[in-house]
Antibody, heavy 118, light 110 residues
Framework: QVQLVQSGAEVKKPGASVKVSCKAS????????VSWVRQAPGQGLEWMGW????????NFAQNAQGRVTLTTDTSTNTAYMELRSLRSDDTAVYFC???????????WGQGTLVTVSS | EMVMTQSPATLSVSPGERATLSCRAS??????LAWYQQKPGQAPRLLIY???TRATGIPARFSGSGSGTEFTLAISSLQSEDFAVYYC????????????FGQGTKLEIK
């Protein structure tokens, strides 16, 4: 069965960086995109970016561009999201998700809580 | 900029009754519209895609309709496990490639 297993919770100081991992199993990793979505406490869902493990192509939401780096490691079927220059309003649960060729998100990771606090 | 607007923000319905949730897009998304259910502390779960197709394992009491800019998620005969937050989302597989979520509708027990 399709599974996306994310790394554990992180606590970071303002200005630092965080890197969240997402290990995929149960499907051909290179045949689907990986999207990243975040959810601030008590808030809705916000798309951050998408990457193709097949060729490394990326697309980003406007407010994520410049601070977010998305990468994949096809040898371990793992996707990574790095967020730099962290601010307190980056405190959120970060989800990775599988995206079909038409960009439909069909499976989600369990989420990783990133807390930014001095 | 694409904006997805869901209504109402909160919907109170009794178990066994029908719930109807709405989603409006600021410009046409064709049928590239999905609905997700999210329970506290969990990841979203795909319910409906392509506006009206149920995802694998989703009960028949969930149905989606609409195209262009107006969409509806209907849940007939609400079960206790259906009380959750529901999000609509448009997915662009053409430039500018992007996703936009609605702000969510909280379905609560009346």
């Amino acid at each position: 069965q399709v599974q996306l297993v994310q790394s554990g919770a992180e606590v970071k100081k303002p200005g630092a960086s965080v890197k969240v991992s997402c290990k995929a199993s149960g499907y051909t990793f290179g045949s689907y995109g990986v999207s990243w979505v975040r959810q601030a406490p008590g808030q809705g869902l916000e798309w951050m970016g998408w990457i193709s493990p097949y060729n490394g192509n990326t697309n980003f939401a406007q407010n994520a561009q410049g601070r977010v780096t998305l990468t994949t490691d096809t040898s371990t079927n793992t996707a990574y999201m790095e967020l730099r220059s962290l601010r307190s309003d980056d405190t959120a649960v970060y989800f990775c998700a599988r995206a079909r060729s038409n960009w439909l998100i069909d499976y989600w990771g369990q989420g990783t809580l990133v807390t930014v606090s001095s | 900029e694409m904006v997805m607007t869901q209504s109402p923000a909160t919907l109170s319905v009794s178990p066994g009754e029908r719930a109807t949730l709405s989603c409006r897009a600021s410009q046409s998304v064709s049928s590239n519209l999905a609905w997700y259910q999210q329970k506290p502390g969990q990841a979203p779960r795909l319910l409906i895609y392509d506006a009206s197709t149920r995802a694998t394992g989703i009960p028949a009491r969930f149905s989606g309709s609409g195209s262009g800019t107006e969409f509806t998620l209907a849940i007939s005969s609400l079960q206790s496990e259906d009380f959750a937050v529901y999000y609509c989302q448009q997915y662009n597989n053409w430039p500018p490639y992007m996703y936009t979520f609605g702000q969510g509708t909280k379905l609560e027990i009346k």
